[in-house]
């Protein structure tokens, strides 16, 4: 009977009928709905717990996970693709946009002359109403000075640029960092929860053009590279 059970939340999981964040119906009301014992539907939760489908919430019930999203480590990818190709629905919203010049402390993120005139950009990423994506990114008005007329309240500046702006070389550094108070506040999580930051340099031609840092909730992103012997001699 626990299969059967198990089979059937799987299938309203998977087929979509229950979205990420939906409540499964409580023990007492699958026991009563199977005609079988709480500990035979315990039994099926804990194995969707194990696989990564369901998570139990105290005091609360259990609900469906929102799925574990992978991005390639060699690619400059769009968060709203992202998003959408795990079958969530995205969002995005606009926090903070200023011109300003560049500062002593921006020099480990973009390398430019103090003189240089940055657009400095904080926005949010959503998948199906929860954070996502904290994302801080500089912007080389020199570089791209279209950049400074677009308001950016409507669409991220991250699938603005890969839509205009060419690039020829990019970085990318990979850290592992506890949820300081501003990232912890926008990703609805704890100050010190474990998170994954994706930082990003962009250069067209020599020039640089963007520096993004992406902060993701740890226990909801993970990294895949893949690569091949390198020629021997």
Known sequence: MHQRI???????????????????????????????????????LTELVKKGLIERRRKSGSYVTFPHVQSAVMEIHDVKLEVQSRGLEYDYRLDERHVRKAGA???????????????????????????????????????????EAESFEAVAPGSWLLGKVPWSTAEHRIRAVAASRQAAQALGVAVGSPCLVIERR????????????????????????EFAPSAIG
């Not at 950009?121 to 990114?137: D, K, N, Q, V, Y």
């Not at 020039?207 to 895949?224: F, I, N």
Request: charged share 25%; net charge negative.
């Open 105 to 147: 402390d921006d020099s480990g993120r973009i390398d430019l002359p103090s003189s240089a005139r940055l657009l400095e950009i904080t926005c949010r990423h959503l998948a199906s109403g929860r954070p996502f994506c904290l994302e801080e990114r500089l912007i080389n008005l020199s570089a791209v000075p279209e950049a």
């Open 6 to 44: 198990l089979s059937d939340v799987e299938g309203h999981i998977l087929s979509g009928d229950w979205p990420p964040g939906h409540r499964i119906p409580f023990e007492h009301e699958l026991t009563e709905q199977y005609g079988c014992s709480r500990m035979t539907v315990n039994k099926a």
């Open 202 to 225: 962009t250069w067209s031609g020599g020039a640089p053009v963007t520096s993004v840092r992406l902060t993701y909730p740890g226990d909801r992103h993970e990294l895949v590279a």
